[in-house]
């Protein structure tokens, strides 16, 4: 196999394990702070390969999301969509700093993806009535960390078993 076919196919993976994890039941006290997996993943990818991974692949992803969830289609392609073009845009200023501000970028990043999801949940109907509809933005900066460093270190060892 050739390593970008590797490649292909380990950010497949992780883009199957991210959706895995947005869609797996848990208790609702644990479901209210539920990171975006699947943004955090489409981030860190669109930083460290944006010519692999960009705002089509993203859009591809919103719909598998919207179907596995039952939302509105489009709903999170657009999001999706929408994250992705900032992150490439920001990749080679956000990829030279330090975790502790990429936190913060990934925050101002995951911003409109929210608040694009909170504008069609009120057209619709379905606000949700507190402060609590954020705590994922703050569960993603958070972990941001720990899901960077893990996927670097397991695409930095992806490639060197190729060679």
Request: aromatic share 12%; charged share 10%.
């Amino acid at each position: 196999m050739q390593s970008t076919s590797v490649q292909i196919l380990f950010i497949a993976l992780s883009f199957l394990v991210s959706v895995v994890l947005t869609i797996m039941p848990v208790p609702e006290w644990v479901s209210t702070f539920r990171p975006e997996w699947v943004a955090l993943v489409l981030i860190y990818w669109c930083m460290a390969l944006p010519n692999l991974v960009g705002v089509g692949i993203a859009w591809l992803l919103g719909l598998l999301v919207d179907a596995a969830k039952g939302a509105l289609l489009g709903q999170h392609a657009l999001g999706f969509a929408i994250t992705a073009y900032i992150a490439i845009h920001l990749h080679q200023r956000v990829r030279v700093y330090p975790l502790s501000q990429q936190m913060i970028v990934v925050g101002f990043i995951l911003l409109p993806y929210m608040s694009l999801t909170l504008w069609i949940k009120g057209i619709r109907g379905e606000a949700p009535h507190t402060w609590l509809y954020w705590a994922p933005l703050l569960s993603s900066m958070l972990l941001w960390p720990f899901v960077f460093m893990l996927l670097r270190a397991l695409r930095r060892q992806t490639g060197r078993q190729n060679k």
